[in-house]
Structures are given as structure tokens and as C-alpha cells.
């Protein structure tokens, strides 16, 4: 394939660029890390390597002026020298896709002042552009089939015509449970342009891949739009392209994810978990014949987030994080593990794509993180196993003064365990100097902090003002293993405390952490944990709680996914609601005295606003200093761009405040 000639009036002006900031008079001495920084961030995703392996394509967006996000498509050659956006039309660009034979590139767009988005087709040799589909509705996400002839692609439902008539005069009651509106599978024929539905009415479709043959797809379907079924009540099935007959293969009403085939189309490899807990970690294997599914890597002392199968031979991609560090496995179905490279991140990325392999399987390109630099594309060839930046983006990182990342090992004071997590120090820590510890949680549980730059968790803000930041991957993690993921069952809340705790004293037994001076803190079920340790101690001087969970037995009758917690208490809380009481924050409240700092976003759906409210008033009620901020618009975490600089002062001025600076 050619790249269009235009191209190298953008490149060769960057290189000399370059050149000229490697000279000794433009080195300058290095910054403080700044809010603002994080704002100039550009973020890449979804990195698509061509068939041929020569060139990949992924999505960058940034802020612009109008602190609003755009993201656009960007194609850069194996060798890293030819780079540039596909297109320069305003508008949002994502889910790019090569056509089998390379020659062209699907992506979803919409453009600036449109309503919805749709696919379009690049030419990427002479950058003719074609727009492919005129939906109501947005489409969401696409994929070829094998002959290059059709595309298949989700779009949710729209009202028809009666329906919208009554919702105009007010004739909009919610029945709660019965899903009128899904997500359905669509087929495109290019040479048409005709489009036809592919599933049936009455399901979401959240993830689908063609067969070899073309002749069917593999579909992860549920009755259940929401997350609910897309995380834990989900099925797989085979379904058939032209009559078309559904076939289930799997009715597990757990986490299953990234459904593929192999190459000869008679197996199927996805993600699922072990037994009936409902968090995903393992690879499972299906026949398309209907057998039951085995497992692989379930004794492997790490955790699998993502998985392809190898398009040339018997054997399985899978993305793993073991310890902290993630890496690309080439698995055969025995189970025997080879690694082939190393892509490193500040957290497990258990959503969205981060890596691709070409049609040969010897190259691949990957999202990779350093500890001072945020992500960017990167290049692997996987027979010399080496590895090699294709981007630089983010490179004003490199004039900023940032303190060292590392591992920290240590065993937990009650039983013994091994426990691992990250240390991210200020620019100026000295040796033998006790400075300020911020504890931070991740959430998931089921995440774990890796070696990455850390900024999208704030550890950078924290350390710019001189304090330690400490994240731990307590019990319930991933990263070491489904044994250590499930060893929070039942027990959410003082098993990872004390396993936190004993890293904390492991910190100050160092010499490193000032224990006079400690604050903590995290979102989701980092918000859950945070909201826990002020129950149980004092010895922090300041917390901040963000869309925590407080009660989870209100937690379970209000969430988007109530299986979420069957799966960590075995029983819905009518069934045995003491153990759920006993893991909740709310029934120690009275034990509070450490100020807190509660942000919860006033649409979150994951841990509603009223857990917020509850832990608020107990505290409240108790005379605990609290403060609660509600945050319009938003969802499970804070988005929008003057929120976060919000929040983000909001945070720094409660800890300095409470700690001193």
C-alpha cells in the first residue's frame, strides 16, 4: 500500500522539529507536573494493524479549545516515519477496521453538527472517502466479514411512529423490567447498500465475530440491555447469516467476554470465570458443536483481560497481567504459556481494544505505557520478539520533573499473604526523609495497578506537591491469580484492609512514609474501601470518597447490576442480609472521626446517588466532619471538563488542609 504523497509535507518538518529540540540549547530544566497537564494529554485507543502488517491505524483524541473532546483517526507506517490523520473533516472518529484485503478502512464518524454517527469507508491509497450507512440511529461498532462483501454493525432500537405520538403527549410511563428499546446486530451489503436486521427483536447484542466461513456469527446476547446483562446475564450463541437459527453455546449466567474463532472455525475461545463467581480472569474454550466449555490458565498466577486466536495456528493470543506488569501469551489449548512481549500500564485496561495482530500473526501493534510517559502506539514483531515506539505524542512528558514508580512487595501482618502494589514517589524523595502518603484505591475490585506513568489516578498531582503515593492491589485484585481475586468473598472489607494496613506499616518501617501525615482515598469500590478504613481507623488524617458504595443491601436493590454482588456474597441480602450489613461502611459510621470528602455524580447508575446520601447523613448525623459535593450530568466518575478541574481542587485543598502541606 502507498501512502498519499501529502503526508511527508507534515513528517519532515516534525523530524527537523525534533532535531532541533535534541540540541544541547533548547535542553531546559524540567517543570512541575501541573493540572493543566493532564488536560493536555492525547489519548489513544483501539489500535488496528493492516493485514499486511505495513501500516496501523488507531483513535487520538484530545482536548480542544472548547475543552470539549475531539478524536480522530490516525494511520502510522511499521517503520514509525509516515504518520497523519486520515481525515481533516470536523467531527468524533472511532472503531477503525481494515477490510480483509487491506485495501480499505471502515470507521464510524460523526460529523460536527450531526446527530448521529455512521460508517464510513477511507481509501487509505488515494483518500476517497464514502459514506456507508444512513441509519436513524447511531451505529456502534463494526466488523467485516470475511469476504470483504458485508459489514455487520450494532444500532439500537428506535420508537416507531405510535410510539413517539404518545411520548409527545406525555404517555411515557416506565415499566420497570421490560425493555422495550435493544441493541440489535445489523448486516450491510456493500455492493447494495442494503441493510438488514441480523438478530431478533427482544435482544442486546453487546459483542459479535464472524466465523471464517462467513456463514455465522458468534453473538454474546441478553434479554437485558443494561449492565446487568452485558456483565452477568449474557449467553453465547451461533447465528446463522441467512436463516437466521440461533444456536446456544453457552447459557452461563455469568461474565463472558471477547468471543473468537479459531482458524478452522470449529472452536471458540472467550473469557470467563471459575465456577459461579461472576468476575471474568480465565480463558474458556467452547466447540461450536455444543460441548462444554473448558478452562485454561486457571491456576496461572496472573489474570487474562483480553484474547484473540492466533489466525495461523491452533493457539491462543491472550492479554495477561501478572504482578505488575501485562503481557501478550501465546497459549496453546493444553494450556502451556509462552510470552511473547511485555506491555506495560498504569491499570489492568479491562475495557476497549489496546492490541492487534496482523493476518500472519509475526506482527502486532499495542498500546504501551512507560513510567514516565502515558500511552502511545507501539510495534512488535512477534518473531524476533522486540519491541519498538511508533508514536510520541505525549513527548512534553519528558520536560516534566517526575518522581521514580516502583514495585512494592509485603506481607500481610495477620496471615501471612503476599501483597504487591505500587509506590509512586515525589521528584525531590531523599532517602532517610519521611514525607507525606497519600493512599489510593483502585476499583473493580477486580483491577490492579501495574508499572505505568500514573496520571489518570492522580498519583502525579499528589507528588508534585512532595507526598508518596501508595497503591496497593489488595486481596480481591487481579493480577495475581483467581485464587487471590475471589479471596474477598464475603469478606469486602477487612481483608483488604488489613492487607492495605500492613503496606502502609511497611512504608513507615522503611522510613519513607510520615505517619503523622497520611490521607486516603479512591472511587467506585476504592470509594467502598475508603469508606471502610475511616470506619475501622483513625490514623488517617483526611479521606475522599467518590461514587462509593456505603450500604450493599440498598446497593443491591439500586444498581445497574445487582449479580455484581451475588457473586461476592454468594446470596442476594434477603436471602442473608447479615452478611451484607456486616460488610457495609454505614454500620460503623458512629466509629468516624476522620474528615471526609464525599463526590458522587447525580446520573451514576453503577453506585446511585443515594449511597452518597446515606454514608453523608450518617456521618453527619454521628458529628463526623463531612462535606458532599454532587456533580450535574454526571455518571460513575467525574467527566466533563470543569468538573474535573473542580474536583480535583476540591481534593488537594481537603488534604492540605487536614494533613498540611
Not at 481 to 487: E, K, L, P, Q, V
Amino acid at each position: 500500500m502507498r501512502f498519499p504523497s501529502k503526508v511527508f509535507c507534515l513528517i519532515f518538518p516534525c523530524l527537523l522539529l525534533g532535531l532541533a529540540l535534541l540540541s544541547p540549547a533548547a535542553v531546559q530544566e524540567k517543570r512541575p507536573f501541573e493540572p493543566e497537564d493532564m488536560f493536555k494529554i492525547k489519548r489513544i485507543s483501539d489500535p488496528r494493524i493492516s493485514p499486511d502488517g505495513n501500516w496501523a491505524v488507531f483513535v487520538l483524541s484530545e482536548y480542544g479549545e472548547d475543552h470539549r473532546r475531539d478524536s480522530g483517526i490516525w494511520m502510522v507506517s511499521w517503520d514509525g516515519i509516515k504518520l497523519q490523520r486520515i481525515t481533516d473533516i470536523a467531527g468524533s472518529q472511532s472503531s477503525p477496521s481494515w477490510s480483509p484485503s487491506g485495501e480499505g478502512l471502515a470507521f464510524i464518524f460523526r460529523k460536527e453538527k450531526e446527530r448521529t454517527s455512521q460508517i464510513f469507508m477511507i481509501l487509505p491509497e488515494t483518500a476517497e472517502l464514502r459514506q456507508l450507512t444512513f441509519e436513524e440511529n447511531s451505529v456502534r461498532s463494526l466488523e467485516w466479514s470475511p469476504d470483504g462483501k458485508k459489514i455487520a454493525f450494532l444500532k439500537r432500537d428506535v420508537l416507531n411512529d405510535k410510539e413517539r405520538e404518545l411520548q409527545k403527549k406525555g404517555y411515557d410511563a416506565v415499566v420497570v423490567d421490560e425493555y422495550r428499546l435493544h441493541t440489535r446486530l445489523w448486516l450491510l451489503d456493500l455492493d447494495s447498500g442494503k441493510v438488514r436486521p441480523l438478530s431478533r427483536e427482544g435482544q442486546t447484542v453487546f459483542d459479535f465475530r464472524w466465523a471464517p466461513d462467513g456463514k455465522c456469527l458468534a453473538l454474546r446476547l441478553s434479554e437485558i440491555p443494561t449492565a446487568e446483562g452485558n456483565e452477568y446475564q449474557s449467553r453465547l450463541v451461533l447465528l446463522d447469516v441467512e436463516t437466521p437459527e440461533e444456536k446456544i453455546l453457552c447459557r452461563k449466567l455469568n461474565a463472558l467476554a471477547a468471543p473468537c474463532f479459531s482458524p478452522g472455525g470449529d472452536l471458540l475461545a472467550f473469557i470467563g470465570p471459575i465456577g459461579t463467581f461472576k468476575e471474568r480472569g480465565i480463558v474458556k474454550v467452547q466447540s461450536v458443536s455444543g460441548e462444554k466449555p473448558y478452562g485454561l490458565l486457571e491456576d496461572y498466577p496472573g489474570n487474562v483481560w483480553d484474547l484473540v486466536w492466533h489466525p495461523r495456528e491452533d493457539k491462543i493470543l491472550a492479554a495477561v497481567s501478572e504482578g505488575p506488569h501485562n503481557y501478550l501469551l501465546k497459549l496453546s489449548l493444553e494450556g502451556k504459556t509462552d510470552k511473547l512481549f511485555e506491555m506495560d500500564r498504569s491499570i489492568i485496561p479491562y475495557w476497549g481494544s489496546h492490541w492487534s495482530v496482523n493476518a500472519d500473526g509475526n506482527r502486532a501493534v499495542f498500546l504501551n505505557e512507560t513510567t514516565g510517559m502515558p500511552p502511545e502506539v507501539w510495534a512488535a514483531d512477534l518473531k524476533k520478539r522486540e519491541t519498538r515506539a511508533l508514536t510520541s505524542f505525549n513527548r512534553y512528558f519528558e520536560d516534566i520533573q517526575l518522581g521514580e514508580v516502583e514495585e512494592l512487595r509485603w506481607k500481610n501482618s495477620e496471615d501471612g499473604r503476599e501483597v504487591f502494589g505500587i509506590v509512586v514517589k515525589p521528584p525531590d524523595f531523599e532517602e532517610g526523609r519521611k514525607v507525606p502518603l497519600v493512599v489510593w484505591f483502585h476499583g473493580g475490585p477486580a483491577y490492579n495497578w501495574g508499572l505505568g506513568v500514573h496520571v489518570d489516578n492522580w498519583a502525579r498531582l499528589f507528588t508534585s506537591r512532595g507526598w508518596m503515593v501508595f497503591l496497593p492491589n489488595f486481596r480481591g485484585s487481579s493480577g495475581s491469580g483467581m485464587a487471590w481475586m475471589t479471596a474477598n468473598v464475603e469478606n469486602w472489607g477487612r481483608g483488604p484492609m488489613t492487607d492495605v494496613m500492613s503496606g502502609v506499616d511497611a512504608l513507615i518501617d522503611k522510613g519513607w512514609a510520615d505517619p503523622e501525615r497520611m490521607c486516603v482515598g479512591g472511587g467506585s469500590y476504592g470509594g467502598y474501601l475508603t469508606s471502610w478504613v475511616v470506619t475501622q481507623t483513625d490514623r488517617f488524617k483526611a479521606a475522599y470518597v467518590s461514587a462509593g458504595v456505603a450500604n450493599i443491601v440498598t446497593e443491591y436493590a439500586l444498581t445497574d447490576e445487582p449479580s455484581f454482588l451475588i457473586g461476592y456474597f454468594n446470596q442476594p441480602p434477603y436471602e442473608n442480609r447479615d452478611v451484607y450489613v456486616r460488610n457495609s461502611p454505614v454500620t460503623y459510621a458512629s466509629n468516624v472521626k476522620t474528615p471526609v470528602l464525599i463526590v458522587h455524580g447525580e446520573n451514576d447508575e453503577r453506585v446511585p446517588l443515594s449511597q452518597a446520601y446515606e454514608f453523608y447523613m450518617a456521618l453527619k448525623h454521628y458529628g463526623a466532619p463531612v462535606r458532599m459535593i454532587v456533580y450535574p450530568r454526571e455518571y460513575h466518575g467525574v467527566r466533563e471538563y470543569a468538573h474535573q478541574l473542580d474536583v480535583w481542587n476540591r481534593v488537594m485543598d481537603w488534604f492540605e488542609t487536614h494533613m498540611g502541606k
